[in-house]
């Protein structure tokens, strides 16, 4: 499995949720309260909207189209519950933010 390098993990505050392009994948990088780091996709699965412009509180990330939630750890979908967002590996080593897109698609609703 490839890990990408994406970012220092100084460059994402905790309790922020940033977007990257890694290898071809469009990657929200968060970063929570208390310093654990998740990679989801970062794109909405309902209309490719930019998960980085909604708002991440409470675990909860909302997109600002429609306000849909998923977890801000699983990525599962929330409101609604028939949904989710792909997850990515992740790592952080020596600072750095690394993430592997092996294998793994985003989520699409419809596809
Ligand atoms: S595009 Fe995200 S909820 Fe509709």
Redesign the pocket.
């Known amino acids: 499995m490839t890990y990408h390098p994406v970012c220092d993990l100084d460059d994402i505050w905790e309790g922020e949720a940033v977007e990257f392009e890694v290898a071809g994948h469009d990657i929200l990088v968060v970063h929570h309260i208390g310093g654990e780091v998740a990679a989801l996709q970062a794109l909405?699965?309902?209309?490719?909207?930019s998960?980085a412009e909604?708002s991440f509180e409470n675990g909860v990330l909302t997109?600002?189209?429609?306000?849909?939630q998923f977890d801000s750890r699983s990525g599962d979908g929330l409101n609604p519950s028939d949904c989710r967002l792909a997850r990515y590996p992740v790592r952080v080593r020596d600072g750095k933010v690394l993430v592997s897109v092996d294998g793994i698609a985003p989520f699409r609703v419809g596809a």
């Open positions: 909405c699965p309902h209309q490719d909207i998960l909604g997109c600002r189209a429609h306000l849909w």
